[in-house]
């Protein structure tokens, strides 16, 4: 049982930071596992507390308490919760403060959880959405050479839109754009020998309409354009990617 203190600070945690939470079947080595996966750079700091890096923080197992749970909004049916923070150097990191919200998404997607950004925004369940491959890479290809490199892979690609240095292309079942404003530099980016700032990586985004024979296209595709670029293939949720 929590004292009052405890519960209001517990409670504010659980309202401000993204929160995964899952069933009484996972453990807490299960998730410092997987988060290990995403940020091999790892640190357990305390009982509750796993230090991603110098960014993040992952504090739980919170185990069900009946007013924590009524006050935070959180689903009765997942005993455990755990929240992501951002630690001491957090917004000094090269590491993108907003992956934190793609680590919590992965996490449910992995542990067959659910997830949320904060209280006022709804839960997700996206275990059984496959993610969609990314690309973060060095090497910045023109919308012609990266139409050129891809049609072989995706049938039917052409440029779908293009605004300065970011363009899309496109298919009847898939899709990739290039981000080269706001890269998302996961930890497993940061990592790379190549990285020296965001503002030297492109991102790019893979999608698909789901079925099958997209899947496949687009695993294909994304593994020839990270060996062109030299770049890391991950998934949409910042780690390595899986097909």
Known sequence: MLNGLRTRLVVRMLRTEPVLAVSASVTALEVAGYAR???????RIADTVVAL???FEVRGPVDYDEAVWRRAGLPPEFPHVYAVRLGPNGYSSSISDW???NLVTGLARKLRGRCRDRARNRWIEPYGEPPDPLVLAPRLLSAEDALRLLSPYLPGLHIGFRDGTEYGLGTD???MQIDVK???IFPLVRAQ???TSARAVAEYEFGTDGTPPGRRQIDVAARALAATTDGVLLDEDGFPWQP
């Not at 996966?37 to 640190?43: A, I, M």
Request: hydrophobic share 35%; aromatic share 18%; charged share 20%.
């Open 37 to 43: 996966q995403w940020c091999p750079d790892v640190d």
């Open 53 to 55: 890096a110098d960014t």
């Open 99 to 101: 992956t934190r919200y």
């Open 173 to 175: 079942v898939a899709v």
């Open 182 to 184: 706001t890269p998302s």
């Open 193 to 195: 020998s190549w990285f």
